[in-house]
């Protein structure tokens, strides 16, 4: 077919089939506008070249598809051209024109998915290049050939239904893609299914690809998963073809009821105790393993009226567990008969069959063991008096041995009593006090004591059981109030001050404790001409004078009085200040002396205390005196009254030399040879004199005052030590002695002092941190922690 006959037909066909809302291109008069036709008119001159269509695939190359012509020059005078894609632009060289003819032509194969047309502009010149023809437009329209199969969008479709589906129901859906011309019956894709694997149980939509279920009988424990072959083939199933699968997964309903393997079991369970296995019971379900549908789920039916058993399932096995939950007692019971059935915890499907083995038997067997004795009652709550003397009853705690078919014999003891206040009979259980329980008890809680008490059988191995014994310690009234504080003061006129306030406190516990009653001393009747007292509140009363009464101090008797059952009362006494007052109700300045007796010290009573300190320093100080002076003397005779070796007496280590090394500080020979000493008239018991001191004699000593308060005992030590250090006749305060060696005899006797030590545990050494830190040691050391 030659170009002209291919421009004519496409202008036949654009005649014949006008595009719609594209406008009808105006048919040529002539295949060739260059030449003239026989007409009247003159010819138009035509310069538009309708659509080509060529194949795509063409293989017989370069193919001819058309030839352009202006008329406007004679043959071989005009210069043809076309440019754009597939000319010069990207795909280059898939078209070509023969400049001098026009004849334009294919040299490579399309591809309409690639390509599925190309627009040209086709150009006119003369041979001096100058533009004869407007540029026109050249279409080329790649016709599409059935060149592509058709593709699955993915290799592996799935889908799930329900076992025992009713048919027409939707699994999934399969699709596939083709790259043809969609307009063409190369793209027109039909679904069918090759292969199922049995019976044609599934269907697919030749169109949209839908798979359904087609009939009855799809059961997941006889196949649980279908696999199906797909296949897609375009050109309305008669051309080209692809593969795919379908995998399809039955879902499980619970169609099928759990069975027990057998119709009885046997079993063994201890007596006396709880929370243990006695045994499992097995069963069967043909239903997915792990899901509601195959999950069992028990029930005790008979024989367990008492709820002493109980069955929970294995999750991994789906057993029955048979648990005790209550201790089983084998002397009231020896055997348990249980009827029990199993069934899944989803329900059963209506339309599936009952079970056969439903329920079954389970005979527990009640083994007999050595149990602990039990306390009739526990914990035990009793109550007793405080102070209840020693030997007093408290309670009978006893218990019971459930082993009657094995006699056994009980014995009791303390397992918890912190004070150790009670003692039990260790046959009976009786508890009685063994002494007094003090009220400032620590284990006394909220009034309450607890005491722990076995019970112990003599079996083999022996059993025990605790028992709690809760006493409650009744309070006693044995305490009487007393006044807080026993001193006050107030104006001496009844018109001034608001009285003095008194309250009073017991150590007694509610309801032996307030309300208070105050009354003045019913033995002193001129107290209530003069004072009057009225009750302010529970704990609390106010005093005042009737009249005026002379300022000073006035000892009043009072008799208080608690609520308790039998009341507790006391006469105490109360020593009240009067003072003048101002128009504020308060004591003048000049009442300063009189309010100090409100302690309870008067103003003579403190003369006479303070001019006895003074009398007692003044002996001390003349005592001091004289055992100064005669020290020396004293020494002296007591060294020539021993005819013994001195080295076992106690040395006085107050004066420190050197040691037996340093034979210039100390003569070591008064204390080795005290005899020889004396025969040759050496002077016993003066001490040699210093030669560090700057004089060869002693230095007098000072007469100093002792101290007259705790405060000036530190600056007395002070002192003495610094004069000790600066006198010449005694060694050097910081020569170190030999304590090892104290001679091997002694005509002394025991220091009572050293002894006297035992009896003072209740010396208080506290008051020595108030003579300065040289003391402060002692003080830790003796005095209280």
Known sequence: MDAALLLALGLLAQSLCPSAGVPRLRQPRTLYPWRRAPTLGRVRRAWVIPPISVSENHKRLPFPLVQIKSDKQQ???VIYSIQGPGVDEEPRGVFSIDKFTGKVSLNAMLDREKTDRFRLRAFALDLGGSTLEEPTDLEIVVVDQNDNRPVFRQEVFTGRVLEGAVPGTYVTRAEATDADDPETDNAALRYSILEQGGPQLFSIDPLTGEIRTVQVGLD?????????????????????????SAIITLEDINDNAPEFTGDQFFMEAAEAVSGVDVGRLEVEDRDLPGSPNWAARFTILEGDPDGQFTIRTDPRTNEGVLSVVKPLDYESRERYDLKVAVQNEAPLQAAAPRAERGQARVSVQVRDVNEAPVFQENPLRTSLAEGAAPGTPVATFSARDPDTQQPQRLSYSKDYDPEDWLQVDGATGQVQTQRVLSPASPFLKDGWYRAIILARDDAFPPSTATGTLSIEILEVNDHAPELSPPWGSLCSTPDRGSGLLLGATDEDLPPHGAPFHFQLSPRVPELARNWSLSQVNVSHARLRPRLRVPEGLHRLSLLLQDSGQPPQQREQPLNVTVCRCGQDGACLPGAAALRAGGAGISLGALVI?????????????LVALLARFRQQSWDKRLLHGLQDDLRDNILNYDEQGGGEEDQDAY???????PAELAALGAPLGRPPLRRDAPFGRARPQVIRALPTSPADIADFINDGLEAADSDPSVPPYDTALIYDYEGDGSVAGTLSSILSSLDDEDQDYSCLREWGPRFSRLADLYGPP
């Open 220 to 244: 997941r424990e006889v196949v649980a998963v279908y696999n199906l072959t797909l296949q897609v083939a375009d050109m309305s199933g008669d051309g080209l073809t692809a593969t795919a």
């Open 75 to 77: 043959l071989g005078s």
């Open 667 to 673: 003569d070591m020979d008064q204390l080795r040879h």
């Open 609 to 621: 205390m303070l001019a006895s300190v003074i009398l007692l320093l003044l002996l001390a100080l």
